[in-house]
């Protein structure tokens, strides 16, 4: 019967799954799913599935056949129900690393390879075995019962109408362990936002789908994520997460100052031998002068993409940005605009565009779809 329900319980699993991989382009834009993100788990609304019920056989005879009073409805007199059918929704939790596989298996994105030279150890406590000495905190319940039993039942001393089992000292069993030494993948992501004046609530709510999304699949590959965040005007400051994705300036745009920042985080706390790091900016485009472009093409190409896994730019579309900053991207770095046709290249600098919700889905296929 177990077993059964097992089954039934992983057959309703694949149903959820292919539910959300059918619709996975909705869910994608679904902003409540980044609100009920838990420690691991999030929970998601699945239309037209039935809850898993108890199916039981015949009940036509038995209770509720008698004679009753004709009953009064709650709407009172006059009262009428709608005449459209409801769109029924199931609350189903999914836990992150599931979510990354559907994301994977419909965008089709190779698992990442980390780079050679970016594994650090770290040191782990496993528990390896039994002995007969240690601190109460590690007794073995069971070893120690087990031990306390067979010593009874080699005295004579079992009364199995009268099973009282009592440990005494000799008796007693505690877990040992080692320390263990595991090799592990560590990565750390800078995101970069502009919040001059021309970047609005509308922009900066597309930014935050694309980022839980990224943050979703870079965590499916790696054990170890380390996420900071800064925000830039005309000058660059590092934030927490809520200000990263709350805070709005009205001054110009210095796209230099949130690169410049960035690289003193990198120097100060990320060596790339031992660290995959992801860098990812969003903006929509509009920089200060051509001075200021120069000088961002120069702290890329020299002191950011040498050391990072990956260096994404999402231009985000917004109706008073100049839109031109990607062109600079593209010119300084030819093989950036993945999203061509035919156009892809194992560049280290990686662009999209995203002018809408629909836009993610091609995003997030553009900046993974190399395996970096």
């Known amino acids: 019967m177990v077993a059964k329900i097992e089954q039934d319980h992983q057959r309703f699993r694949q149903i959820v799954k292919g539910k959300i991989r059918k619709d996975l382009r909705k869910f994608l834009q679904r902003r409540e799913l980044v609100g009920k993100e838990g420690k691991n788990v999030v929970s998601i609304p699945v239309y037209d599935l039935d809850t898993p019920t108890f199916r039981y056989g015949d009940n036509s005879s038995g209770v509720g056949m008698g004679e009753g009073q004709e009953g009064q409805g709650q709407g009172g007199q006059g009262a009428q129900g709608g005449d459209q059918p409801g769109q029924h929704a199931l609350e189903v939790d999914v836990t992150l690393e599931e979510l990354a596989d559907i994301l994977a298996e419909e965008l089709k994105l190779p698992r990442i390879q980390p780079k050679g030279s970016s594994k650090i150890t770290t040191v782990r406590d496993k528990f390896t075995g039994i002995r007969p000495v240690g601190p109460a905190s590690l007794r073995s319940f069971k070893r120690t019962y087990r031990e306390a039993l067979k010593r009874q039942l080699m ?38 936002m502009d919040v001059s004046g ?16 990224i943050d979703t699949w870079l965590r499916r590959n790696y054990e170890g994520i380390e996420s900071r965040y800064i925000v830039h005007d005309v000058g660059a400051k590092e934030v927490d997460k809520a200000t990263f994705f ?29 660290w995959n790091i992801y860098l990812f900016h969003f903006s929509d485009g509009d920089n200060s002068s ?51 046709p035919n156009k892809r290249s194992d560049s280290i600098v990686v662009t999209s565009r995203v002018s809408g919700k629909d836009d993610i889905y091609d995003s997030l296929r553009t900046f993974f779809g190399a395996g970096k």
């Open 290 to 340: 051509e001075s200021d472009n120069r000088l961002c093409v120069q702290v890329v190409k020299e002191q950011l993409a040498p050391r990072v896994n990956m260096f994404g730019y999402c231009q985000v579309a917004s109706a008073y940005g100049s839109g031109s900053f990607i062109n600079v991207l593209h010119e300084a770095f030819p093989g950036s605009d993945q999203s061509r």
């Open 198 to 213: 021309s970047m609005g609530d509308q922009q900066k709510e597309l930014v935050r789908l694309e980022a839980f999304w």
């Open 155 to 192: 005295l004579g001393a079992y009364d199995p109408d009268d099973p009282v089992i009592i440990p005494i000292k000799r008796d007693m069993r505690y877990r040992s362990w080692n320390e263990v030494k595991k090799p592990q993948n560590n990565a750390a992501i800078i995101y970069m």
């Open 246 to 274: 709350s805070v709005r300036e009205d001054g110009g745009t210095r796209i230099s100052s949130a690169y410049t920042l960035a690289k003193e985080i990198l120097d100060e706390r990320y060596p790339a031998s031992e």
